[in-house]
């Protein structure tokens, strides 16, 4: 029990409308007076005045419960010791299901583009995930918030969506200073628990904004995802050789709100025993638990038999089942293709990640796949391509988008390779790279005679590239008047070559890509819109690296080509600390970034696993420079603390000689390919050999 402290009758509204939230319907930020109330009493106040009766009772178990300050900001890394029982790794979900809710979290990304919205996945422990567009408008704190690894738990950071959708087992939403901790207060947060077919929690959807009164309207859209999410999950995952998909026939029956209008799920057995359902599912049933159904006969239920059910399906006809209170289901009959045998357990937990994936690993002739395995699939560039190439045959020009290193390059060249211009020339533009006063006749040529020097003339990109593909990459970069000279031979099909009046009349395909944001470049002035939309005949936008769901699989992946590149026969696997250090970090670079590290770290390998000592020194110093200011700064949790080689073992630079000596070892001195396999430049590496005066 906890104790109620009255607050003082001057400082309470006089009506008892619904608590505003920032200085609302009577000036008054209630929230925020009932929170600075806390501060000073150390007690929420008594009655829903002030704030919802789902805060008050929220605060006061962050108070009593968890014996929190409002001040708490950060979790510290010993609070995430002592919540996880002992240190012990908190209970993570299921690789599969964590992958398929990366993936369909990513699916509902669209949806959110162009808001200020970020979309999180958290373990059922509140361990993120996976956070999708996170961070760009959250500022450093939110930033922070919004990193994997961070506990959103509500007994380490107070109530928030994600946590407390956990511990209420449904779904919520905080405004602001209806946050028990401060670091919450610029946000609104959002949360959905999901569940797997047996009721076992088995993560957590959320979102955060920093408009922070907004969230009891993204409750609408946490709702709604949430259950096409545990649906798409429950018919991926669930047990069960049958499933019904049932919906309520008589809407003024007397069921309210989404269970009105949704499917909900059950599946069968052979026998015809409920072995799962959704929670759309167990309320057209009138369940309570899935206790309640689970392990029951389908007849003892809805009154009717396996066989029953079957014929009717065979039929063709619709199931019309009648439940308790004179309620009718209409239903339809599945009879689902995957075997028993292949399904996952999605509530039981993956203690030994690390190692599972580390078996999985391997140099190709030991691998430890299954010899009938699918082999991966790219399936995002495999998607954009198949569109491009498509719309290639219309010449249709293309913008790809996406940070620095996701692939655009990358993309261009397969569109090129795969599509009805291949064999055809493929001609490079680096908008960035070339002078400013260069770019006209590097991409429109000149005639002998334009310009001092300029004796035999040159051809310029959109000749070289005619019949063609012309790559213009980093677009953004083009200057102003140089965009409207593109824009014309674009238009018209046509170029002047600089100092020539005659024009010549070229048959190009233009693909741009970029990583900047070009409507803000055009909001700003600093590109044409008339070109951005010229250019933007259809657009392709890649995702970092850090919010792909395939991340692990495309990093298993590349691992796997980089063995083969090196004709590496022996078997090489990444360790279980490599793979988690490789899932928590946020990848800046993306795949470059990856492809340079991994290369670095098959080089370093000696023995059969990649260890945290052979990954490249960049790459740690990275990670400990990140640990280092998360600790110089406000009580934060860094992944990577975790993961910073302790001073007892290593000094960081015998870590960083070691790679080098090994290095050069191997290439026998030779500095360029060292510092290739080590993914830093020469002048790096000459300079930390002279620091670290080591000799070739
Ligand atoms: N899907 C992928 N599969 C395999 N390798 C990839 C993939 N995407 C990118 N890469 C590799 O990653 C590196 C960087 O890719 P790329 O140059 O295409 O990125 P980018 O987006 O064009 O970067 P920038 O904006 O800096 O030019 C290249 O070595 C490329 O081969």
């Given at each position: ?12 509204p006089?009506?008892?409308?619904a608590p ?10 209630r ?10 009493t150390g ?22 419960e968890?014996r929190l ?20 790794t ?5 690789l ?7 993936t ?15 979309l999180?996945l958290?373990d ?8 999708l567009?996170?961070?760009s408008?959250?500022g450093?704190m939110?930033?922070r ?6 506990s959103?738990?509500?007994?380490i950071i ?6 407390t ?5 449904e779904?919520v939403?905080?405004?602001g ?8 207060h610029?946000f609104a947060?959002v949360g ?7 009721g076992?929690l088995?993560a ?7 408009q922070?009164s907004?969230a009891q ?31 309520l026939n ?11 209008l949704?499917?909900?799920l059950?599946?069968?057995d052979?026998?015809g ?9 167990l309320?057209?049933?009138r ?7 689970l392990s029951e006969?389908?007849?003892?239920v809805?009154?009717v ?10 039929r ?8 308790p209170e ?10 689902r ?11 039981r937990?993956?203690?030994?990640k ?9 140099t190709p002739?030991?691998s ?16 954009a ?11 249709i ?7 620095s290193?996701?692939?655009k ?7 090129h ?26 991409l429109?040529g ?7 020097g ?5 051809t310029g990109?959109f ?11 980093e677009i953004?970069e ?6 409207t000279a ?11 070559p ?13 693909i ?6 070009l ?10 819109r ?9 657009q392709?936008?890649?995702?970092p690296?850090?919010?792909r769901?395939?991340k ?9 080509q980089e ?11 990444l ?6 250090i ?9 795949v470059?970034?990856l ?7 098959l080089?370093m390998?000696?023995?059969?696993q ?5 990954l490249p020194?960049?790459?740690?110093r ?5 640990a ?6 406000e009580?934060g ?21 070691d ?5 050069l070892a191997k290439?026998?001195?030779n500095v ?15 300079h930390k050999?002279?620091?670290?005066g080591?000799?070739k």
């Amino acid at each position: 029990m906890y104790s109620v402290v009255q607050m003082p009758n001057h400082l309470k509204p006089q009506d008892h409308a619904a608590p505003e939230q920032d200085a609302g319907l009577f000036g008054v930020d209630r929230p925020g007076v009932a929170w600075d109330w806390m501060m000073q009493t150390g007690q929420p106040p008594e009655g829903d005045d002030w704030v919802r009766p789902q805060v008050s009772e929220a605060w006061y178990r962050c108070i009593e419960e968890y014996r929190l300050s409002p001040r708490t900001s950060l979790l510290r890394p010993h609070a995430i010791m002592d919540f996880e029982n002992g240190g012990r790794t908190a209970p993570a979900t299921n690789l599969d299901v964590r992958t398929a809710l990366a993936t369909m979290a990513f699916n509902l990304q669209p949806v959110l583009r162009d808001t200020s919205v970020s979309l999180l996945l958290a373990d059922s422990a509140g361990t993120l995930i996976h956070a999708l567009d996170a961070g760009s408008n959250l500022g450093p704190m939110g930033r922070r918030l919004v990193r994997l690894g961070e506990s959103w738990n509500e007994r380490i950071i107070g109530n928030n969506g994600l946590g407390t959708a956990a511990v209420l087992r449904e779904p919520v939403a905080f405004d602001g200073k209806e946050h028990f901790s401060s670091v919450l207060h610029p946000f609104a947060t959002v949360g959905h628990p999901l569940f797997a077919h047996d009721g076992g929690l088995v993560a957590l959807l959320g979102l955060i904004t920093d408009q922070r009164s907004s969230a009891q309207t993204l409750l609408g859209f946490v709702r709604i995802a949430g259950y096409l999410i545990e649906t798409n999950l429950f018919e991926c995952q669930a047990p069960g050789a049958y499933m019904l998909r049932m919906r309520l026939n008589n809407i003024s029956a007397g069921l309210t709100g989404q269970d009105c209008l949704l499917d909900g799920l059950i599946s069968l057995d052979e026998q015809g025993r409920i072995v799962g359902a959704t929670r759309t599912g167990l309320n057209l049933l009138r369940a309570e638990r899935h206790s309640d159904i689970l392990s029951e006969n389908v007849e003892a239920v809805l009154g009717v038999t396996i066989e029953d059910l079957r014929a009717c399906a065979s039929r063709g006809e619709p199931i019309e089942l009648e439940i308790p209170e004179g309620w009718r289901l209409k239903a339809e009959f599945i009879v689902r293709r995957r075997p028993e045998k292949d399904v996952v357990q999605p509530s039981r937990s993956f203690a030994t990640k690390g190692a599972h994936r580390a078996a999985t690993v391997s140099t190709p002739g030991h691998s430890s796949k299954a010899a009938n395995a699918e082999p991966w699939r790219d399936a995002i560039l495999e998607a954009a391509l198949q569109k491009a190439v498509n719309l290639q045959k219309q010449k249709i020009p293309m913008l790809i988008t996406g940070e620095s290193g996701v692939g655009k390059d990358h993309l261009v060249r397969r569109i090129h390779a795969e599509g009805v211009r291949k064999g055809r020339p493929l001609v490079l533009v680096n908008c960035a790279a070339i002078p400013r006063e260069l770019v006209s006749s590097e991409l429109f040529g000149y005639v002998p005679g334009s310009f001092t020097g300029a004796r035999t003339g040159k051809t310029g990109k959109f000749v070289e590239a005619n019949t063609g593909v012309l790559f213009l990459n980093e677009i953004g970069e083009m200057a102003l008047d140089l965009q409207t000279a593109l824009l014309c031979a674009l238009d018209s099909s046509e170029i002047v070559p600089v100092g020539g009046s005659k024009p010549v009349t070229v048959d190009v395909q233009v693909i741009a890509a970029t990583n900047s944001d070009l409507p803000d470049c055009v909001r700003k002035g600093a590109f044409r819109r008339d070109l951005y939309y010229r250019l933007n005949g259809a657009q392709f936008w890649l995702p970092p690296l850090r919010e792909r769901p395939d991340k692990l699989g495309l990093i298993e992946h590349l691992w796997e080509q980089e063995v083969k590149a090196q004709h590496v026969n022996e078997h090489k696997a990444l360790s279980a600390e490599v793979w988690d250090i490789f899932e928590r970090h946020p990848w800046p670079g993306n795949v470059r970034e990856l492809r340079n590290v991994l290369r670095s770290c098959l080089a370093m390998t000696s023995g059969p696993q990649t260890l945290v000592s052979d990954l490249p020194n960049d790459f740690l110093r990275e990670m400990s420079d990140s640990a280092q200011a998360e600790e110089e700064g406000e009580a934060g949790l860094s992944s990577y603390a975790k993961w910073r080689p302790s001073p007892e073992s290593k000094a960081l630079a015998d870590w960083e000689a070691d790679a080098i000596r090994s290095a050069l070892a191997k290439t026998a001195g030779n500095v360029s390919e060292s510092a290739r396999q080590l993914g830093i430049t020469r002048a790096t590496l000459y300079h930390k050999m002279a620091r670290l005066g080591l000799r070739k």
